[in-house]
């Protein structure tokens, strides 16, 4: 089994910033993709941003020139640095992996809340 915990949520003002973490855990030969999504009440979850493990990257049109997702593979571990945080970046976000181990399984983190507001 792979667990994902994420960490880092809170609340913050607007304009202000916030580093989430995901640490995978469990039975791992590697793990490919790794992202972060988000969910508001009544909305679909959507996908904030990507990386592979080569170090491609892409991001939501919302976020880009905003967020930065990088990756310590050593530690199984995935960050997003969110700066200018504004009150729509509200919701619960998701970590998001694609791990290798014998076949390769999607899983989901539990999720943290980012509240932006004054």
């Known amino acids: 089994q792979v667990q994902l915990v994420e960490s880092g949520g809170g609340l913050v003002q607007p304009g202000g910033s916030l580093r989430l973490s995901c640490a995978a855990s469990?039975?791992?030969?590697?793990?490919?993709?790794m992202a972060w999504y988000r969910q508001v009440p009544g909305k679909q979850r959507e996908l904030v941003a990507i990386?592979?493990?080569?170090?491609?990257?892409n991001y939501a049109d919302s976020v880009k020139g905003r967020f930065t997702i990088s990756r310590d593979n050593a530690k199984n571990t995935v960050y997003l640095q969110m700066n200018s945080l504004k009150p729509e970046d509200t919701a619960v976000y998701y970590c998001?992996?694609?791990?290798?181990?014998?076949?390769?399984?999607?899983?989901w983190g539990q999720g943290t809340q980012v509240t932006v507001s004054s």
């Open positions: 998001n992996a694609d791990v290798l181990n014998i076949i390769l399984r999607n899983y």
């Open positions: 469990g039975s791992i030969s590697s793990i490919t993709t």
């Open positions: 990386i592979t493990s080569s170090g491609s990257i």
